[in-house]
């Protein structure tokens, strides 16, 4: 299995300019979550999906768009980046309920200048 | 709140124990887990343990839980240079799917 797969790796945007993040898992996890990476704090929550066409806010949204038309795919949409969004984008998943931990991606690193 | 906290930093000796602690606040968490992030990586999980268990002991992991304190601690026994990394603490709230990260502590081994 692939597991958690982001695309892509690495990317720099202008500011103003929009881009989406994509993620995929092939495990039928009914969780996905992104989260952001910032040096010295830690990972915050910016949306989450407990199932396809459920999606919420985490800790920090504003940004940020999100969907979740299929199982296997939920995507992170940056409207009009800012510099303040340069940072490290993982996406993850888990089955739900449980002991289950999450399953992260490899992370997409994104600079805007 | 769901303030997880964490040291940043702690250096050791190939060979060593390592002990990296974790604390939270928020008594209703069901799942406490450890991950391990290499450089360039994502997180990989590590190791879990119910609130309602004192121990866990896997292979040259020991997770210890004060639940009354809050407390969570990584013991890494025999310590190699290859464990060098990024360790996070995370807490998962019971019948909820969110789980919340420590800042992450950065462990060195010293050959």
């Known amino acids: 299995n692939a597991g958690v797969t982001q695309t892509p790796k690495f990317q720099v945007l202008k500011t103003g300019q929009s881009m989406t993040l994509q993620c995929a898992q092939d495990?039928?996890?009914?969780?996905m979550s992104w989260y952001r990476q910032d040096p010295g704090m830690g990972l915050r929550l910016i949306h989450y999906?407990?199932?396809?066409?459920?999606?919420d806010q985490g800790e920090v949204p504003n940004g940020y768009n999100v969907s979740r038309s299929t199982t296997e795919d939920f995507p992170l949409r940056l409207l009009s980046a800012a510099p303040s969004q340069t940072s490290v984008y993982f996406c993850?998943?888990?089955?739900?309920?449980?002991?289950?931990?999450?399953?992260f991606g490899s992370g997409t690193r994104l600079t805007v200048v | 709140g769901e303030d997880v906290e964490q040291s940043l930093f702690l250096s050791v000796r190939e060979g060593d124990s390592s002990v990296i602690n974790c604390t939270y606040t928020?008594?209703?968490?069901?799942?406490l887990y450890w991950y391990k992030q290499e450089p360039g990586a994502g997180l990989q999980l590590l190791t879990y343990?119910?609130?309602?268990?004192d121990m866990k002991q896997d292979q040259r992991l020991t997770v210890l839980l004060n639940k009354k304190d809050k407390h969570l601690s990584l013991r890494i026994a025999d310590t190699q240079t290859g464990d060098s990394a990024i360790y996070f603490c995370?807490?998962?709230?019971?019948?909820?799917?969110?789980?919340?990260f420590g800042s992450g502590t950065k462990l060195n081994v010293k050959p």
């Open positions: 993850a998943s888990t089955a739900g309920q449980g002991n289950y931990g999450y399953t």
């Open positions: 495990m039928n996890h009914e969780y």
């Open positions: 999906s407990v199932g396809a066409g459920i999606t």
């Open positions: 928020d008594s209703s968490s069901t799942y």
């Open positions: 343990i119910f609130s309602n268990m």
């Open positions: 995370a807490e998962r709230k019971y019948n909820f799917n969110k789980f919340y």
